[in-house]
């Protein structure tokens, strides 16, 4: 099965309401990258009137994610994975659309070949940073992921 945005965000209503629901959307995802976009809103807004942390929390690491997900399953191996751990950074106040781009693919590419080869668990630090309308960064987050070959 191709994972497309399509069929991402199907996922995202079945397997993620809370961000269905917040409008987390994937936008484009291919072999380096995926592209995820939320908007600013009454449901997903903190009393300062801008988007609250958790929401971009969750466009940032889906973007990571779903990367990960079409990379393990192109592998046809059964594969775990798990965030460890995340460090985030905000810069500007989150108001109208912010997409949230993930380009770590090759970097995931090298991780699931280590593992498989290995069949260690290994981890991996990806990057996604959020970017408002005006073209400035609002947040950057990094999400620490831990994969593992299924015996």
Known sequence: MNI???KLNSYIVFKLPSAFICGVRTKFIDDEKCIVTVKHK????????????????????FSTG???MSKIQATNKRV????TANQSTYTK?????????????L???ALLDEAI?????????????GIDEAGDVVSTFN?????KVKG
């Not at 009454?42 to 690491?61: D, H, L, Y």
């Not at 775990?80 to 965030?83: H, K, T």
């Not at 999400?143 to 994969?147: L, P, R």
Request: charged share 15%; with cysteine.
């Open 42 to 61: 009454w449901i997903n807004q903190n009393p300062f009137k801008s988007m609250f942390w958790a929401v971009q929390g969750m466009a940032a690491e």
């Open 143 to 147: 999400f620490e992921w831990s994969v």
């Open 107 to 109: 970097l995931v590419d």
């Open 66 to 68: 779903a990367l990960m």
């Open 80 to 83: 775990s994975m798990l965030v």
């Open 93 to 105: 106040k989150a108001t109208g659309k912010i997409t949230f781009t993930c380009a770590d693919g």
């Open 117 to 129: 080869k290995t069949g260690e668990g290994q981890t991996l630090s990806m990057k996604s940073v």
């Open 4 to 6: 497309t945005p399509r």
